[in-house]
């Protein structure tokens, strides 16, 4: 079955980086889009950003517009998230998720459009 395994995770000062990595397995053909959540204690779980898997297109969180970018590589079948002027608002576990390759949407809006989710990895920035 489809497997997502998220590194990268850590303890940072306010403005600091971290780099998220996803890695995927147990795809044949692989998902239509990839995407990062995040959940901080006491809090729903938000969208941070996604990507479809065939374009390349692109979707941000207003949060993470400017500071984190989303990215792939096919090949490895791996996702990153790199988070560039960290806030303490981002304290949270992130996780990896990814739709079907048959879904035909790509958005933050729903987390159910993604059945396949990683076991997340925490990050927690400091002031």
């Known amino acids: 079955q489809v497997q997502l395994v998220e590194s990268g995770g850590g303890s940072v000062q306010a403005g600091g980086s971290l780099r998220l990595s996803c890695a995927a397995s147990?795809?044949?053909?692989?998902?239509?889009?990839m995407g990062w959540f995040r959940q901080a204690p006491g809090k729903e779980r938000e969208g941070v950003a996604a990507m479809t898997s065939a374009s390349g297109s692109t979707y941000y969180a207003d949060s993470a517009k400017g500071r984190f970018t989303i990215s792939q590589d096919t090949t490895k079948k791996m996702v990153y998230l790199q988070m560039n002027t960290l806030e303490p608002e981002d304290t949270a576990t992130y996780y990896c998720a990814a739709t079907s390759r048959f879904a035909t949407r790509c958005t933050l809006d729903n987390s159910v459009d993604f059945p396949y989710w990683g076991q997340g990895t925490q990050v927690t920035v400091s002031s």
């Open positions: 147990g795809y044949t053909y692989g998902s239509y889009c």
